[in-house]
C-alpha cells in the first residue's frame, strides 16, 4: 500500500533539520508534515504553536512600521509606530499597524510564510497619504493608504479611511505576495486573478481573525468602508458578486459571478477589479462545498498554486486546472477537496481539465516521493 | 470658442469610475481661472501624452485629462504614483469638480 507522501511517518528530527536548513518552500513542507502528523494525534494547538515557533525561529519576524504622509504625496512619510510599540491616539496608524499583524499571522501560521517575501520583509505602511484620497495600494514596496473623501461634508461623505477594513490591508499585502511569487500580470484574466488572489486572502485574513466558518463569512470585501450615505454592504462579495452595492450616485457593482458575464473592456487594465467576480466566486464555492474554515483547506490549495504553479500569464482556465491538481496532490486525487475545487470552478462556468501532473520517474516509495517533492536527495 | 475638458479616473481598489466633461464657461469664475492657471502652469499642451510606469501599477487610479481650446486637443494619461507635483493639483482639482457633477445625475 502506498501511503500520500505527505501522511508519512518520517522522523521528527529530519524535518526540524529541513525546516532549519531548508528553503522556503521545503520549510513549508516540512511544517505541513509535522501539523498533518501533529493533527493525526489529536495535538491540533500543539501543531499550531509548531508552526509559530518554527515560523519566527528561521528568519527575522513580524516587523512594522508605520508611517504618515500627512496629507501630502512623499512617501514614505514620517515614521510614527514601529514593531512592539504601544497604540498611538491616531486609529488609522494603529489599524494599519494591527491589521499588517493580522495578515502576516494568517499568512505564517497557517502556511508557514514569513512576511510577503518569505523571508522577514519588513511591513511599511503610510496612512494619510493625500487629502480627499478614496483610496489604497501596494506601491511594490509598500502600503499606502487614503482617508477617504474626509474633505467632504458629513452628509455628503460616501467613504470612510481605507484601513477601516482588515481585507483591504489583507488585499493590498497579498499583491505583495504575488509579486514574489506567481506574478499575476496587472490586465485581462491574469490580472483578475491577481485581483482575485488579493480578495481571496483578504477575506481569509478576516475569517482568521473573527475565527468564522466558510458558512459564518459574510464574504464582502471592504465591509464598513462606505459611510451610511451609500447604499451598499461592501465593495466586492465573493459569495454574490454584483451585489455589493447599487447606489445613485457611485452606481451598482459591475462584478460578473459567470464566464457568460465576463466584462471585455480597456478600462481599469481589462476590467481587473471586475472580473475578479468570477475567480472570486469559484473560490468562494469550494470553500462552502469543502466547509470548515476557509483558510484550512481551500486556502491552502489555493495559496499552494499560487506559490508554486500559477505564473505571470496564467488565464482562468489555467487556474482551474492548477488548483485542481494542487488539491489532488496535497489530499489526493478524487478527494473531496479536489471535487470541490472542480465545483466551484464549474459553477463560475469552467470545466477543468483533469490532467494530473506526471508522476516521478524513480521509486514511488513514501521517503523517496516526499523527499524529490521537496527538492532533497535521498542519501 | 471655451476651453473644454473632458476628466476620467478608473480603476483604484474599488474599480469605480468617476468622470465628467465641462466647458470652463460652466464654471464659477474663480474655479475657471484655476483650472486655467494649472494648465498654464503644467504648460498642458506640452507634456507627454502618457506619463505612465512601465507596469500597470497596483490598485492605483488611472487619470486621462482631455483639453480641447483653441490652442488645439490634447490628451494626457497618468496614474497616481506617475503625475508630476502640479499635476496632482489639477487632479484634485478635477476630482472636486467631477464629484459635484456626480450629485446632479
Known amino acids: ?379 | 470658442m471655451s476651453t473644454r475638458i473632458r476628466y476620467e479616473r478608473t480603476g483604484g481598489f474599488a474599480g469605480l469610475k468617476l468622470s465628467c466633461t465641462f466647458d470652463l464657461d460652466d464654471l464659477p469664475e474663480d474655479q475657471a481661472d484655476k483650472v486655467s492657471e494649472l494648465l498654464e502652469e503644467l504648460d498642458f499642451f506640452g507634456l507627454p501624452e502618457r506619463m505612465l510606469p512601465s507596469h500597470p501599477p497596483v490598485d492605483q487610479f488611472a487619470y486621462k485629462i482631455e483639453v480641447e481650446s483653441k490652442k488645439g486637443n490634447h490628451r494626457v494619461l497618468t496614474t497616481d504614483s506617475a503625475a508630476p507635483e502640479k499635476m496632482r493639483e489639477l487632479i484634485h482639482l478635477l476630482n472636486h469638480l467631477a464629484r459635484g457633477y456626480r450629485k446632479k445625475d
Open chain 1, 1 to 379: 500500500m502506498h501511503r500520500h507522501p505527505l501522511t508519512c511517518i518520517l522522523p521528527p528530527h529530519m524535518l526540524k533539520e529541513i525546516i532549519r536548513n531548508g528553503n522556503e518552500r521545503q520549510r513549508a513542507f516540512a511544517l505541513q508534515t509535522l501539523q498533518i502528523s501533529a493533527q493525526f494525534r489529536g495535538q491540533r494547538q500543539a501543531a499550531r504553536d509548531l508552526a509559530v515557533a518554527l515560523a519566527l525561529t528561521a528568519a527575522p519576524g513580524k516587523q512594522r512600521v508605520v508611517y504618515d504622509a500627512q496629507g501630502g504625496a512623499q512617501l514614505p512619510g514620517i515614521p510614527v509606530r514601529r514593531e512592539g510599540e504601544p497604540p498611538v491616539e491616531d486609529p488609522a496608524v494603529n489599524e494599519a499597524y494591527d491589521g499588517s499583524g493580522l495578515t502576516y499571522d494568517l499568512f505564517s501560521e497557517i502556511y508557514g510564510r514569513n512576511s510577503i517575501d518569505g523571508n522577514g520583509l519588513r511591513l511599511d505602511s503610510t496612512v494619510h497619504y493625500l487629502k480627499g484620497y478614496d483610496n489604497a495600494f501596494w506601491n511594490g514596496q509598500q502600503m499606502v493608504y487614503g482617508d477617504g473623501d474626509e474633505d467632504l461634508p458629513p452628509s455628503q461623505r460616501l467613504f470612510n479611511r481605507f484601513t477601516v477594513a482588515v481585507d483591504i490591508i489583507g488585499h493590498e499585502l497579498t499583491h505583495g505576495v504575488t509579486e514574489y511569487e506567481a506574478k499575476l500580470a496587472y490586465y485581462g484574466q491574469s490580472g483578475a486573478l491577481n485581483e482575485s488572489m488579493s480578495d481571496v486572502f483578504g477575506a481569509l485574513v478576516k475569517q482568521y481573525q473573527r475565527r468564522e466558518s466558510a458558512d459564518q463569512a459574510d464574504w464582502v470585501i471592504g465591509a464598513g468602508l462606505f459611510t451610511a450615505n451609500v447604499n451598499g454592504i461592501g465593495i466586492r462579495s465573493l459569495k454574490a458578486p454584483g451585489s455589493a452595492y447599487d447606489d445613485p450616485l457611485l452606481g451598482k457593482d459591475p462584478q460578473p459571478a459567470h464566464m457568460r458575464d465576463y466584462v471585455n473592456t480597456v478600462e481599469d487594465n481589462g476590467g481587473v477589479h471586475i472580473n475578479s467576480g468570477i475567480p472570486n466566486h469559484a473560490f468562494y464555492v469550494t470553500a462552502r462545498e469543502i466547509g470548515g474554515y476557509a483558510w484550512e483547506k481551500a486556502g491552502h490549495i489555493w495559496y499552494l498554486a499560487l506559490r508554486d504553479k500559477l505564473t505571470a500569464t496564467s488565464n482562468f482556465q489555467q487556474a482551474a486546472d492548477l488548483t485542481w491538481q494542487t488539491a489532488g496532490q496535497i489530499y489526493g486525487a478524487g478527494s473531496l477537496e479536489q471535487q470541490a475545487v472542480k465545483t466551484g470552478w464549474a459553477e463560475v462556468g469552467i470545466l477543468v481539465n483533469e490532467t494530473t501532473t506526471p508522476p516521478p520517474s524513480q521509486g514511488d516509495g513514501c521517503l523517496p516521493t516526499l523527499l524529490r517533492a521537496i527538492g532533497l536527495k535521498q542519501i
